[in-house]
C-alpha cells in the first residue's frame, strides 16, 4: 500500500489532534505517523524553490513623466529617464 505521505501530513495538521489522537483515529502506530511525517517534510523540503537573495521583484511605475520609476520590496526607488 502507498501512502501519500504530504496528504496524511495535511490531515494531521488540519485535524488540531496530538500524534496519539490522531493515530488511533487513522488506525496507525505512533512510530508509523512519525516516519510518514518525516517522509513527508523531506519530500516538502525537495520541492520547494529555492530562494536566490540575488534578485529581488520590482514594481515598476508609470508617473505620466517621460521616466520610469522601478521600486524595489525594500523601497528603494530608481527612476529611469527617457
Not at 496507525?28 to 518525516?38: D, E, F, G, N, P
Request: net charge positive; no cysteine; hydrophobic share 35%.
Amino acid at each position: 500500500m502507498k501512502v501519500d505521505y504530504l496528504s496524511l501530513k495535511e490531515r494531521y495538521e488540519a485535524s488540531g489532534l496530538n500524534q496519539s489522537a490522531f493515530t488511533k483515529q487513522e488506525g496507525l502506530s505512533a512510530k508509523m505517523l512519525s516516519y510518514y511525517l518525516r517522509k513527508a517534510r523531506a519530500s516538502a523540503e525537495l520541492t520547494e524553490p529555492v530562494s536566490s537573495s540575488s534578485f529581488q521583484e520590482v514594481l515598476v511605475q508609470s508617473s505620466g513623466k517621460s521616466q520610469i520609476t522601478i521600486t524595489t520590496q525594500s523601497g528603494v526607488k530608481i527612476e529611469i529617464p527617457f
